[in-house]
């Protein structure tokens, strides 16, 4: 049983990391390159090259069985070296991350984000390079790099949870939980030196995490599918019924025709409600359905349909944060194209605008 110990169930081990984590490296890479690059979000990178890290760590475990001639202290060094540079680098990945906790979100985006997490990689890297080189065995230089992991599994945690909940997957929510007390209690293992089911701990948290950075690439994936504007024959429009009692309100409006998804409710202000009703209301009862908004310089004498373009603009956003929530649309991928879809100006610039979605496509529940 000790011959099994300590020979081949390290060398396992570190086969099974080197290549498994090599595979997983480039499968995330590749996944990058078909799709992450021309979106300009290289957070894909950060976390291949996280992956990566355990893969050059399992090699090293390898070539230490080899007789290759590494001392024991140096390939220490080595492994929490790779271990730094795993959580440097998926700590590097999080402000590419669309979704974030709203009180971590502020420090993560900031421009101290790289000294916040640069700083404690290096008073940890620079104990430990010190014990490679000069044998040192402080228990406290061998250890550093799992407080650094600490640290990275706090920021992690919250993020992969708000993830995954703003994309609509719960149970992928609680699952990068569970991941995270998985790996929370293999470093507490680390620190007290037990190597079997540190070594079997590592093997179920490892494999879990890289699950779940795929799960993420995927989800990713799909809010790009589902985010996508249709065009305006393509679009359902339909103003529910109010079944709520009597004295209250329920400004509702259902949107149909967007990919992988059902028609999505959205709730408006009276305000706002009532001013997608009458661009509704013209687009079902006129021939041309045109609204028009009230110049600077109004005559008085005259009564408008829009009171200024902002009305345009609210209108606009409260309907975005209905269909992917607050953070989850952006001016130039989501804002303009719904402008676009929903809304045509006059040609001759006449302060008119009407509503582009076929009037087939319209319903008034409540009318």
Avoid at 209 to 224: G, T, Y
Wanted: with cysteine; glycine share 4%; hydrophobic share 50%.
């Amino acid at each position: 049983m000790d011959i099994v110990t300590s020979t081949q169930v390290p060398i396992f081990y570190g086969w099974w990391q080197f290549s498994v984590c090599l595979f997983a490296f480039l499968a995330l890479m590749a996944i990058w390159y078909h799709i992450g690059k021309k979106q300009d979000d290289f957070g894909q990178v950060w976390l291949a090259l996280s992956i990566l890290c355990w893969s050059l760590s399992g090699l090293v475990d390898i070539l230490f069985h080899k007789d290759l001639g590494l001392e024991p202290h140096f390939k220490e060094g080595l492994t929490s070296i790779f271990s730094l540079l795993n959580s440097l680098f998926i700590l590097r990945s999080l402000p590419w991350f669309r979704y974030l906790p709203k009180p971590l979100a502020a420090l993560i985006k900031s421009n101290f984000w790289p000294f916040i997490i640069g700083i404690p990689f290096v008073f940890a890297l620079l104990p430990t390079l010190h014990k490679m080189f000069l044998a040192r065995t402080a228990a406290i230089i061998s250890e550093l790099d799992v407080y650094y992991a600490l640290l990275t599994l706090f920021f992690l945690g919250g993020v992969l949870w708000d993830s995954f909940v703003k994309r609509r997957l719960p149970l992928l929510a609680w699952l990068s939980l569970f991941t995270v007390l998985i790996t929370l209690l293999a470093q507490i293992y680390k620190l007290l030196d037990d190597t079997i089911n540190l070594l079997l701990l590592s093997a179920i948290f490892k494999t879990s995490l890289i699950m779940l950075f795929f799960a993420l690439a995927l989800s990713w994936v799909k809010e790009l599918i589902e985010t996508v504007i249709p065009q305006p024959h393509q679009l359902r429009l339909r103003f529910l019924k109010n079944k709520v009692p009597i004295g209250k309100n329920n400004f509702q409006v259902a949107l149909g025709g967007f990919p992988g998804s059902e028609d999505r409710i959205v709730q408006l202000s009276p305000a706002l409600y009532r001013l997608f009703k009458s661009f509704a209301k013209q687009r079902i009862t006129k021939t041309e359905g045109w609204l028009e908004i009230k110049p600077k310089n109004f005559d008085d004498s005259k009564t408008y349909d829009i009171n200024d373009h902002n009305e345009i603009k609210r209108l606009l956003a409260a309907l975005l944060d209905g269909l992917f929530g607050k953070q989850g649309w952006t001016k130039e991928k989501h804002f303009i194209p719904l402008k676009t879809t929903l809304f045509e100006m006059s040609e001759l610039r006449e302060r008119r605008i009407r509503l582009l979605i076929p009037k087939e496509n319209i319903i008034i529940e409540n009318n």
